[in-house]
């Protein structure tokens, strides 16, 4: 972890004030005096410009290893800042027995439809986001184009309309909700309505949704259903690495964090502390709480596969630094400087610029270290992105 050292500036006034001034700061941090000269808005109030750098577009891959376990992998040491380029097949390299890898089994499930309006027919986009009532088929979605998608109107999805909705409600600007009018028990309904969706790869891969993302934008673990995108740091998981954790004796875990679409919104305000990340649904459980602590008791390490595990190892901790049950909601916001209380190591994907997801890991990797980590993976044609390279950070 690195070391924080802080020092004091301190003015007295004629009127007998005191201000004090205390500036904190990274060992890795300290070219930052010489780099910046606005030294105080960069250690104390970090700004959505500091995560500002080019990403050509064909540096975003548009579709994932042909293996899941084929990426290259960067490694970087935060306690001397070295970069090392491997395989993600080289990851088991870094952890011993005991040590605890804790993944996300939230579930996508094809939450983008198209459908027609009533009258017009005009095409629409509807993103399914969550169910909001069982029984009455509510469900809060986005649509697109939202112009003229009014309260009262309906639309129709499949080659023969099997499905109809009404809008009943504007959320947001883009943002409706939708009654389903469907006859028949729940499930289904989920069935047929599930058919008729695609996988919801994010739009910046550049690419339409295709048969085969639904199982390549889905982890293997994955279990509880909810998410709109896939916790990407779990993709590169086969069923054979599973069992090489296994055989080495690397204890699992597992928690549950429905991934929203807030994962790769990008961040729209300067000052990082306006910035209000949306609310996704968290879960865990007893035996997670068992296992991690557990570890951290006879200090071995605790590796959090992804930046949403980060959030809900971070949301679950007390002040005791133990990890509790939790069932709830998270909007947890993480940049730096944070002191983390769980995680030793993380593995991550390459993420876009002004992402809460870049801003998380330079949390965990050292703000200079990890943008140099990200500068070096672009002249090494690292891919970036959901389906792109991995990204491990240990000490």
Known sequence: ???????????????????????????????LFTKDP??????????????????????????????????????????????????????????????????????????????????????????????????????DVLVDPARKIRIGNKLYFGEDNSIVAEVIDNTTSRGRTLRFLYDGDHDEFKKSLYALGEAPIPRFVGRESEPEDLERFQCIFAKNEGAVTAPTAGLHFSREMMKRLEIKGIDMAFVTLHCGLGCFRNTDVEDLTKHKMDSEQMFVNEECCRIVNQAKDEGHKIVAIGTTVQRALEASCSTDMRIKEFEGWTNKFIFPPYDFHVADAMLANFHLPYSTLLMLTAAFGGYEQTMHAYDEALKQDYRFGPFGDAFLIVD
């Open 1 to 31: 972890m690195p070391t924080t050292s802080h020092f004091a500036v301190v003015h007295t006034t004629t009127r007998g004030l005191n201000p004090n001034l205390v500036l904190t700061t990274n060992r890795v941090e300290t070219s």
């Open 38 to 139: 606005s030294l105080t808005n960069t250690i104390l109030n970090m700004k959505l410009s500091q995560f500002k750098f080019k990403l050509p577009e064909e540096k975003i891959a548009q579709y994932p290893a042909p293996h899941r376990d084929e990426s290259r992998m960067m490694v970087l040491h935060r306690q001397t800042g070295d970069i090392e380029h491997l395989m993600f097949k080289d990851i088991l390299t870094f952890f011993d027995e005991k040590d605890v890898f804790v993944f996300n089994d939230t579930k996508v499930f094809p939450a983008r439809l198209y459908g027609n309006k009533e009258k017009t027919g005009a095409r629409i986009e509807v993103f399914l986001l969550r169910e909001l009532n069982q029984e009455l088929r509510l469900w």
